[in-house]
């Protein structure tokens, strides 16, 4: 009997992390010694390099993507009577942050092609209680950006970009993150960008706003124990600033490599379209960091089941709607979502990852070929 391949990683944190390893245990030890574990001189520093990386005025890192939405929401003034527009097919976060400050989200159809939110079905979301438009940078590449920001101004919207697995990615002159009124995204550890553990940040030009969301961040306080605004504890970890300023330098490089790996597998599997693989498409006027490589496959669990038989992984970004979800059916007003559903059906990811090989991808490629017969 012929042994079982070692498993191809689907991510691979450990690999990144011995190539700054010298940097990185520095820069914990440094932390460890000056003791300022909470909101210490690193998180300043890492927030001015975030926002000199995305090309805008202020930056504050956060204890989560998750909060970072929390708190611009609540500095917008978002809850009660509200409601938000976003895609229907995302991580529930982008829905669950909408629902905890007591606003309903309002899910709309995707793109088929991008996955990101239909521009040209928002319209048709509106009412006289929409707030807030949240276009979610799915699998790494922005939204139409331009086109939702023209709409948010004709309506007298605030628009919060999700960008959670876009961070950085380029959109015309700007990057996902900076690309509204305000911009979400999380350093969850498989980000392209993450920290180790949870951490998050937001992004903004708006001076007043930003003050505003400092002050949530820190439980609504404008001065030691003298509080002016309902907030949460959405502090940051300094351990995690520490880990992310080298991890930070070393992400232009990443996101090449990102590009070069899934710019590889779509050469590699373009043959199989033909056998109803359909390969991830980026607009011409953007890039993507390729959070996920996700293709659209009929028969998934076959197509799974047969990776898995050749020791690759796959993971399915996401399995439903977020208005299929059981805690949300009541919570949400959800026009249809075709294009949604479909998504859920079809969609699953392969491993990418920036310290790759074309050992590594060759043997996801082969797998799928054999999956196919081809």
């Known amino acids: 009997m012929t042994n079982k391949p070692s498993p191809v990683p689907f991510i691979d944190l450990k690999a990144q992390y011995q190539a700054l390893k010298p940097e990185i245990d520095a820069n914990i030890q440094k932390v460890l010694d000056h003791g300022q574990f909470v909101m210490g001189p690193e998180v300043d520093e ?8 995305l090309g805008c005025k202020q930056a504050l890192a956060c204890s989560s993507g998750t909060d970072a939405a929390i708190i611009a929401m609540m500095a917008l003034g978002i809850g009660p009577g509200d409601e938000v527009i976003m895609p229907g097919f995302s991580f529930i976060a982008t829905a669950e942050t909408v629902v905890l400050v007591g606003a309903k989200p309002v899910l709309v159809d995707i793109d088929p092609h991008t996955y990101n939110i239909d521009i ?5 979301g509106l009412s006289e209680k929409t707030r807030a438009i949240v276009p979610v940078g799915l699998y790494g590449q922005a939204a139409d950006m331009d086109e939702i ?16 697995q876009s961070f950085g990615a380029p959109y015309k002159s700007g990057k996902s993150g900076a690309l509204s009124l305000v911009g979400c995204t999380s350093f969850f550890p498989a980000k392209p960008l993450g920290c180790y553990g949870d951490g998050g940040a937001i992004f903004t030009n708006d001076d007043s706003l930003a003050e505003a969301m400092k002050e949530i961040r820190v439980h609504g306080q404008k001065s030691r124990y003298y509080h002016t605004r309902i907030g949460v504890n959405g502090r ?15 992400f232009g490089w990443e996101v090449e490599q990102r590009e070069k790996w899934a710019r590889r597998y779509s050469e590699k599997l373009a043959p199989l379209s033909s056998e109803g693989l359909v390969l ?47 805690a949300y059916r009541e919570r949400v007003r959800a026009l249809p979502l075709p294009e949604s559903e479909r998504a859920a059906r079809e969609v699953v990811s392969l491993p990418i990852y920036p310290d790759m090989t074309e050992e590594i991808q060759d043997r996801v490629v082969a797998a799928i070929f054999k999956h196919f017969g081809a």
């Not at 040209?120 to 048709?124: D, M, T, Y």
């Not at 940051?236 to 070393?250: G, H, N, S, V």
């Not at 953007?286 to 050749?310: C, D, I, M, N």
């Open 120 to 124: 040209h079905q928002i319209e048709a």
């Open 149 to 164: 920001n023209a709409l948010a101004k004709k309506y007298n919207l605030h628009v919060i970009e999700d960008a959670a």
């Open 280 to 326: 991830p498409f980026v607009k011409e006027d953007r890039a993507s960091v390729w959070a996920q490589y996700s293709l659209r496959v009929p028969g998934r669990e076959t197509f799974q089941k047969t990776l898995a038989e050749h020791s690759v992984p796959t993971s399915v970004h996401y399995p439903s709607t977020m208005a299929d979800q059981p």
């Open 236 to 250: 940051f970890d300094t351990l995690q600033a520490a880990i992310m300023l080298p991890k930070l330098e070393r």
């Open 46 to 53: 890492l927030e001015k390099k975030l926002a000199q990386y």
